[in-house]
Nanobody, 124 residues
Framework: QVQLVESGGGSVQAGGSLRLSCAVS????????MGWFRQAPGKEREGVAR???????SYVDSVKGRFTISRDNGKNTLYLQMNSLKPEDTAMYFC??????????????????WGQGTQVTVSS
């Protein structure tokens, strides 16, 4: 069974940084798109950043210039470096991996494999 396990969440003050990791097992991610989503209480889950198998990255406008998504195919791991964190970044963060090798979008990623999430809390 495919497993995605997120780690690196925590509580930080505004302006701080966190680095999230998503370790994938029983599935080779080298050829698929991967991404990060987040969901705050009472809000819908939104795509934050995604990265194609060729390394092309896309971000939601609210995190551009502050977050960086990367991947280490040798370690089968996805990362999200989050800098200049704001209280509005507070959410549960989830990683996802597409089921097929293709150019992806948020909708396709939603149908992929998911982790259980890691909580990020940013205080003002």
């Amino acid at each position: 069974q495919v497993q995605l396990v997120e780690s690196g969440g925590g509580s930080v003050q505004a302006g701080g940084s966190l680095r999230l990791s998503c370790a994938v097992s029983r599935y080779t991610v080298r050829y698929v798109c991967m991404g990060w989503f987040r969901q705050a209480p009472g809000k819908e889950r939104e795509g934050v950043a995604r990265i194609e198998n060729d390394g092309t990255a896309s971000y939601v406008d609210s995190v551009k210039g502050r977050f960086t998504i990367s991947r280490d195919n040798g370690k089968n791991t996805l990362y999200l470096q989050m800098n200049s964190l704001k209280p509005e970044d507070t959410a549960m963060y989830f990683c996802a991996a597409d089921r097929f090798s293709r150019r992806c979008n948020w909708q396709l990623l939603r149908g992929g494999y998911w982790g259980q999430g890691t909580q990020v809390t940013v205080s003002s």
